[in-house]
């Protein structure tokens, strides 16, 4: 399988945190050339184009909330490859657990505009292209509270259970032009972000570590674990697979 995405395209939103990081390197492993969105960190990202080379790499700064951005960022990789095969977002706020009515205006509208607007925003982007291309595949990673909920992330949860219907309506009306849309929704996972949540806040120390005691392994996903289920979605053998959001999350959600 190391070479099962072989002359694919595939944009990844976000992709210098830590499970677009990881699926980066796995797109890269199975043959796929990649246009690397970053909004302001890039190293890792440098990294990659240096071991895989420029012509496999593609790096595009942007800000996913822009709509003037996501166009860019896609004419650009089409403009380098010649066509799209996939996109796939992995974007989300890196804001503190709170209860929601000590969530704050700014945070409810930022955390809908990284969350849910940019998802609709991209996905009207790179749809065209997939359809001329003659299909595709979009995969998003959200999050389990999208299908169950979060004390102390509710707006993200909505957000999250929002981008669950839009992927499932999407992908019932552009099935006919072979375009597969899916959500992979991890639990807790080992990401700088997740250490930051749960270690220099009270409250989200609370509910990250009852979140994590909950789970029937006993411990945290791996970007890697979340960022494989994604990259199969993206692959051959995931070509009747539409619609469906898929918990990565170690039976903490079995639904």
């Excluded at 552009?174 to 749960?198: E, F, K, M, Q």
């Excluded at 979140?211 to 051959?236: G, H, K, Y």
Aim: hydrophobic letters at 45%; one cysteine or more.
């Amino acid at each position: 399988m190391s070479q099962d995405l072989k002359e694919k395209v595939i944009l990844v939103g976000g992709a210098s945190g830590g499970i677009g990081l990881a699926a980066a390197k796995m797109l890269l492993e199975r043959g796929a050339s990649v246009a690397l969105h970053y909004r302001s960190n890039a190293d890792g990202l440098k990294q990659l184009a240096a071991d895989y080379g420029n012509d496999r790499v593609l790096l595009v700064k942007g800000d996913l909330t822009r709509r003037d951005d996501i166009s860019a960022i896609v004419s650009a990789t089409v403009e380098q490859y010649g066509k799209l095969d996939a996109f796939m977002s992995t974007v989300g706020t890196a804001l503190r657990i709170l209860p929601f009515l000590e969530t704050s205006e700014d945070t409810v509208d930022t955390t809908i505009a990284v969350e849910l607007r940019s998802v609709i925003d991209s996905v009207r982007a790179v749809l065209p292209e997939l359809i001329r291309n003659g299909g595709g595949r979009i995969v998003f990673v959200g999050s389990d509270s999208g299908k169950v909920g979060t004390s102390g992330e509710s707006v993200s949860a909505a957000c999250r259970g929002g981008a669950i219907a839009f992927a499932k309506s999407i992908a019932r009306e552009y099935a006919r032009h072979n375009v597969l849309v899916n959500v992979v929704c991890p639990g807790p996972t080992d990401t700088g972000l997740w250490d930051d949540l749960v270690k220099n806040d009270e409250f989200g120390g609370k509910i990250g570590n009852a979140m994590v005691r909950a789970i029937p392994m006993r411990r945290l996903a791996q970007p890697e674990e979340v960022a494989a289920a994604a990259v199969f979605l993206m692959s051959d053998g995931a070509s009747f697979i539409t619609g469906q959001a898929i918990s990565v999350s170690g039976g903490l959600t079995m639904c």
